[in-house]
């Protein structure tokens, strides 16, 4: 089994393919707690790692932080002020439209078609810390991740 540990912190949950992906159809609430930090990653339909997030990043006491916007925001499509869904839009789904040769111009149709790629092929797992420093590790683990640690 490959050790995903970075500075002692376990990130076999984000990793691992012993552990299930979640679709971003899925209840969210029922895999993202309801407050603290979180780390995440976002996998394609082949299990092929395509990004590394963090949420709950607030400058609030822990149980004020609210991890769960992170994921709402990535499951809506809405690539305002998101940067997910701004990628998946350039990577993904720019890429499809291109290829399709077809595009119907209507209000925010791009963000529909963004949020229809996220639910069709992305997948994601999530690393909770409900500690006060949790801000501190989720920064300092998705630089790591960004870096290419694993």
Request: with cysteine.
């Amino acid at each position: 089994m490959t050790n995903y540990t970075i500075d002692g912190h376990d990130l076999s949950d984000l990793f691992s393919s012993e552990k299930p992906l979640i679709r971003f159809t899925d209840d969210h609430t029922k895999h993202v707690p309801e407050y603290g930090s979180i780390i995440y990653t976002v996998w394609d339909l082949d299990e092929k790692f395509i990004y590394v997030g963090i949420g709950g990043t607030q400058d609030k006491p822990v149980r004020e932080r609210d991890p769960r916007s992170r994921i709402e925001e990535h499951r809506n499509g809405r690539r305002s002020g998101n940067q997910f869904c701004i990628y998946v839009h350039d990577f993904f789904v720019v890429p499809e439209l291109v290829k399709s040769g077809t595009f119907e111009r209507k209000r925010r149709q791009l963000d529909i078609l963004t949020k229809d790629y996220i639910h069709r092929n992305l997948r994601y797992r999530v690393k909770a810390f409900q500690t006060e420093d949790g801000i501190q590790i989720v920064r300092k683990l998705e630089k790591e991740i960004q870096r290419g640690f694993f």
